[in-house]
Nanobody
Framework: QVQLVESGGGLVQAGGSLRLSCAAS????????VGWFRQATGKERELVAT???????YYADSVKGRFTISRNNAKNTLYLQMNSLKPEDTAMYYC????????????????????WGQGTQVTVSS
């Protein structure tokens, strides 16, 4: 049984930083990829960043250069370092796992991820 639990969200001023964590029971890399998604009010859930078991990463254009996805395999924990936060980053952030076939690149479609955490809220004020 694999469970994902996010933490680290909060309220910050624009330009600030937050570090989100996703703690996984079992081995986090029992998934072929793990990632972060976010869902703002009135919008669909969208990919933020994802990382494969061998460390290949993908970032949404909107966060590239500001956010960094990483993992600590020994601690079964996934991280999202968020710098230079903007009000448009305000959303509920979710950790997700992909258990499908290995791919050359980590999947970016939300529907391919079938294991989800409960979410952690990030609010960025102007």
């Amino acid at each position: 049984q694999v469970q994902l639990v996010e933490s680290g969200g909060g309220l910050v001023q624009a330009g600030g930083s937050l570090r989100l964590s996703c703690a996984a029971s079992g081995r986090i890399f029992s998934f072929n990829a793990v990632g972060w998604f976010r869902q703002a009010t009135g919008k669909e859930r969208e990919l933020v960043a994802t990382i494969s078991t061998i460390g290949n990463t993908y970032y949404a254009d909107s966060v590239k250069g500001r956010f960094t996805i990483s993992r600590n395999n020994a601690k079964n924990t996934l991280y999202l370092q968020m710098n230079s936060l903007k009000p448009e980053d305000t959303a509920m952030y979710y950790c997700a796992g992909y258990a499908g076939d290995p791919l050359a690149l980590p999947p970016i479609r939300r529907t391919l991820y079938n294991y989800w955490g409960q979410g952690t809220q990030v609010t960025v004020s102007s």
